[in-house]
């Protein structure tokens, strides 16, 4: 007898591996596109997911240190308030453990596995004109067939090790930290090589540092960094953020970056020099991200920036007792929060330990690796029983890059964005009927505090889903206008802003050699972008292509992106 799925809330029952709704991750935004697709809209969904588990990000991020850069209140789903009300979060920054756990809760009370698949990674999705239809397949050669695809597949998911040569001949470990074992690694007494002083490597610094024996850290870029003042959480403020929830999701969905407090509307110049120091003092004793909220325009002004900027290079200087080191860390080279500014616990001040040292790569590159360790330009070579790459990821584009994906005509992922990734809202992608990209390049995804615009895309796909359904259409895909469009409002946002500053930074693709250098996300603001997508919607889906129902938007290109009471605040 043939098996058939069992099918949400009373769809059709479908042939085996055949499927409404093909998903590909379940993080944050495969979880949550999954619970609407199945219990919203009835249809039948199935996720496909590589790992074992949910989590996404913080199934594969388990290096020491890892931990929330949002704070835990805003970093959750607010879309149902039983959520909400029964999970309780226990510090203002929750560990990669705590994040792990809230998001098993939420896959676990939503009754969400029984619809994922885990350990099954996707090679290839074609799409079939004839059908209609996408034609999935896994790396275990599993068949899959759907009429819709949902690309979940992260910004943040593929890793980027370094091809730096003689990396294959190492004897010691090297891990990723994106790809962390489970069950940890024992630096006790050994001698540890860092590379990469991103968000990632300055979390890790202080905690490997703990255990090491001796711990080198290979600083190509030096980074600003900001204490995140962790801590955990009062009952009193664990109430406080029981009952005020509808006054956070206000918040956080009326803020440019989607994060939990107001951006200043001071400018540095406003005030005279004695009250900008105490503003910035007070932003640094407060911590984490907001203080990147202590003045107004600090991303869009130069001179600004400059004040901010020398303000945190003093405070290395402050920190850090020796004098050369301290000069190699704050020797830094693109404006304060042109890439996402890394918030820590005792980063600069590990250096002051007897077994933490710093090689300034600016000075005496990596040449090789040896099967000893590190060689360096000069011929120094550090010995070492493990490598710690914390270098980060092909970002943005680079985990759908990473699956054979073929649109109409044969047209491939690969041939569509080999200039850079070219998108309309981030949401679709021309050539690619019925397939949407959650948090896809050029939406404001990794310049906000993620769930929000997560919640955001899910609900607008899914609501976009159920008005074909309704409304008898077949497919939908952007027309090459709206996709001109939205790339040259997308640049257009970025250059009103100092983020292109930061010319090595992986918002541009520049981490990955030979990625097309296209500044990625979407920088016009979260509040801005929901009203633009709302907008589109009320003007029957304007710039996207409609098959098959009666009297619906064909292409038009939109004019501008100004939706009425959208705020012209850029969204950094
Ligand atoms: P992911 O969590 O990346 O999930 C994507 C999933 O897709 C993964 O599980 C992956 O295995 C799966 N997948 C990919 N390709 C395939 C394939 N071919 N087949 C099958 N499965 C596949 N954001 C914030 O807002 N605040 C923070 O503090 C913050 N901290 C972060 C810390 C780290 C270390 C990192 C790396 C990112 C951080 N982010 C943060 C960004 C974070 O990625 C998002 O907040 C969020 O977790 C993204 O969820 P997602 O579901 O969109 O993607
Ligand atoms: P990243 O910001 O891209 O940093 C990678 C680091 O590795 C950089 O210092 C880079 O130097 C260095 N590097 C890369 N290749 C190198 C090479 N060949 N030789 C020497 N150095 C090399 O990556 P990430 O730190 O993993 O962070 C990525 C993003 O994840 C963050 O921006 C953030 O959005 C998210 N994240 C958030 C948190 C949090 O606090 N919640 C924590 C971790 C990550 P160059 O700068 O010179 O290229």
């Not at 991103?198 to 870029?221: C, D, M, N, Y």
């Not at 956070?248 to 107001?262: D, G, K, M, Q, V």
């Not at 405070?315 to 860390?329: C, F, G, P, S």
């Not at 943005?396 to 041939?415: A, C, F, K, W, Y």
Request: aromatic share 10%.
């Amino acid at each position: 007898m043939a098996m058939t799925n069992r099918d949400g809330n009373g769809g059709e029952a479908k042939p085996d591996g055949e499927f409404d709704a093909l998903i590909i991750g379940a993080g944050f935004s495969g979880l949550y596109q999954l619970h609407c697709l199945r219990d919203r809209l009835g249809l039948s969904a199935r996720v496909l997911e590589t790992a074992d588990d949910v989590g996404g990000t913080w199934y594969w991020n388990r290096y020491p240190g890892a931990r929330c850069d949002s704070e835990s209140h805003s970093y959750s789903y607010y879309f149902s308030k039983e959520l909400l009300d029964e999970w309780e979060w226990t510090e203002r920054y929750p560990a990669q453990p705590e994040i792990m756990r809230y998001l098993r809760f939420v896959a676990d009370r939503l009754d969400l596995r029984r619809d994922i698949q885990f350990e099954t990674k996707v090679r290839a999705c074609t799409y079939d004109e004839a059908e209609n239809r996408w034609h999935v397949e896994t790396e275990a050669g599993e068949h899959f067939v759907a009429t819709y695809l949902i690309s979940a597949v992260g910004c943040l998911s593929a890793t980027n090790v370094p091809d730096i040569p003689g990396r294959d001949d190492f004897e010691g470990e090297w891990y990723h930290t994106g790809e962390w074992p489970h069950d940890g690694v024992d630096f006790h007494g050994k001698r540890v090589g860092q590379i990469g002083t991103g968000s990632t490597g300055i979390q890790a610094v202080p905690v490997i540092a703990e255990t090491a024996g001796q711990l080198t850290v290979f600083q190509r870029t030096a980074n600003y960094s900001v204490p995140a003042r962790n801590g955990p959480l009062t009952p009193e403020r664990k109430r406080w953020m029981r009952e005020k929830q509808d006054e956070i999701r206000e918040i956080i969905r009326s803020t440019p970056n989607a994060h939990p407090f107001r951006i200043s509307e001071t400018k540095v110049f406003d005030v005279d020099e004695d009250e900008r120091r105490a503003l910035m003092e007070k932003a640094w004793e407060t911590g984490g991200l907001r203080f990147r909220a202590c003045f107004q325009d600090l991303l869009t002004s130069k001179a600004s920036n400059d004040v901010v900027a020398a303000f945190l290079k003093d405070k290395i200087r402050e920190i850090v007792k020796d004098k050369e080191t301290a000069e190699a860390l704050a020797d830094i080279d693109h404006p304060y929060a042109a890439k996402r500014p890394p918030i820590d616990t005792n980063y600069f001040e590990t250096f002051n330990r007897d077994n933490v040292t710093l090689i300034n790569l600016r000075e005496d590159p990596i040449r090789r690796i040896t099967p000893r360790g590190i060689r360096l330009k000069s011929g120094r070579e550090i010995a070492l029983d493990v490598i710690v790459f914390a270098t980060g990821f092909d970002a943005m584009s680079g985990p759908l890059l990473r699956i054979d994906v073929t649109g109409r005509d044969g047209l491939t992922i690969q041939e569509a964005w080999s200039a850079g990734p070219r998108t309309y809202l981030g949401l679709q992608v021309a050539g690619f009927p019925n397939m949407f990209t959650v948090t896809g390049p050029g939406s404001p995804s990794v310049l906000c505090n993620m769930p929000v615009p997560i919640e955001q895309h899910v609900e607008w796909i899914t609501d976009c889903i159920a008005y074909m359904r309704k409304n008898g259409i077949s497919t939908i895909e952007p027309s090459e206008d709206a996709v001109e469009s939205w790339v040259a409002h997308v640049n257009d946002c970025a250059n009103k802003t100092l983020l292109p500053e930061a010319g090595h930074s992986w918002y541009l693709g520049a981490n990955v050699p030979g990625k097309p250098r296209v500044f990625m996300p979407y920088a016009g603001g979260m509040a801005r972008y929901r009203a633009i997508c709302e907008d589109i919607v009320a003007k029957g889906y304007e710039g996207f292509v409609m098959d098959g129902g009666e009297g619906q938007a064909a292409g038009t290109r939109p004019a501008d992106f100004t939706p009425a009471g959208a705020a012209d605040q850029p969204g950094v």
